[in-house]
């Protein structure tokens, strides 16, 4: 008997780099009820990543997103339970708080956000700088003068 392993979990809640020790870590804390709201980590090019949450039946006065100290999290408020006048007789759309959290790698940016077709998605970039980019030594036949 064959068990398969899927690494998907270790990977939905960090952007942008392969620290495995982290992955592993927030794989093991991983909680029944983060399943809701559903969302995608896309990444689109070498530095170009998205996540896009399925925020049915939110406005965009409903949700709120921060970053701090490397962290993206996004917050869903509960609105009011019912629209004056309107009775629901089903109330199948799911309005209920949630609170997502992400762990950016260094350099990563939220360059923007935007909530389409009860989509949110948001737009994030690797900015490294010059300082921080690998740099290639030229090797020449002479050996360095020490001084």
Do not use: C, W
């Not at 995608?40 to 170009?48: I, L, M, R």
């Not at 006065?61 to 490397?70: A, I």
């Not at 260094?106 to 909530?115: Q, R, S, T, Y």
């Amino acid at each position: 008997m064959t068990t398969a392993f899927s690494l998907a979990p270790l990977f939905r809640n960090s952007v942008g780099f392969d620290r495995f020790n982290d992955l592993f870590e927030a794989a093991a804390r991983n909680e029944a009820g983060s399943s809701y709201p559903p969302y995608n980590v896309e990444k689109h090019g070498d530095d170009h990543y998205r996540i896009v949450v399925a925020a049915a039946g939110f406005v965009e006065e409903d949700l709120d997103l921060q970053v701090e100290k490397g962290v993206l999290t996004v917050t869903g408020g509960k609105r009011e339970a019912g629209k004056e006048g309107v009775t629901f007789l089903h109330q199948g759309i799911a309005q209920r708080a949630f609170k997502l959290s992400f762990r950016l790698a260094d350099h990563i940016e939220v360059k923007g956000a935007g909530l389409a077709n009860g989509l949110l998605s948001i737009e994030l970039l690797r900015v490294v700088p010059e300082e921080a980019k690998a740099k290639r030594i030229p090797i020449n036949g002479e050996k360095p003068a020490l001084n």
